[in-house]
């Protein structure tokens, strides 16, 4: 199940971190605690909106940025969450001598890189 707290956390985080900051300058800002932003930042507090514009004006980003932030991980997650449900599950395959087979990808767009040490197989 993906949540979104954890992905709203995750983007905020990053922000922070981006700007070098830390979380006590960050909480100072935007006069919410110290504790509570961490929280909010391990996905395990639900922000109020109203929390959301605090922390988004100390770190100086808009929220239709953050959002549109959490919205483009939201839509990657559930992507990786649908293939994960909706993959048939592959079966072992025994690739006959000079031929190459990856569950799921087509023949096509298979490439092998060889190095001197062992033999890769890439999707390309």
């Not at 905020?12 to 830390?22: C, E, F, M, S, Y």
Request: charged letters at 25%; one cysteine or more.
């Amino acid at each position: 199940m993906i949540l979104l707290r954890r992905l709203l956390g995750d983007v905020l985080r990053r922000q922070r971190q981006r700007q070098g900051r830390t979380l006590r300058e960050v909480s100072s800002s935007a006069r919410v605690s110290l504790g509570y932003l961490s929280e909010v930042e391990r996905g395990q507090k639900e922000a109020s909106s109203e929390l959301l514009s605090a922390i988004c004006d100390a770190l100086d980003v808009r929220m239709s940025e953050l959002m549109r932030e959490v919205s483009d991980e939201l839509a990657l997650a559930e992507l990786a969450q649908s293939a994960a449900v909706n993959e048939p599950v592959p079966t072992p395959v025994r690739p006959m001598l000079g031929s190459v087979s990856v569950a799921g990808v087509p023949p096509e767009r298979v490439t092998i890189k060889a190095p001197a040490e062992a033999v890769d197989v890439v999707a390309a």
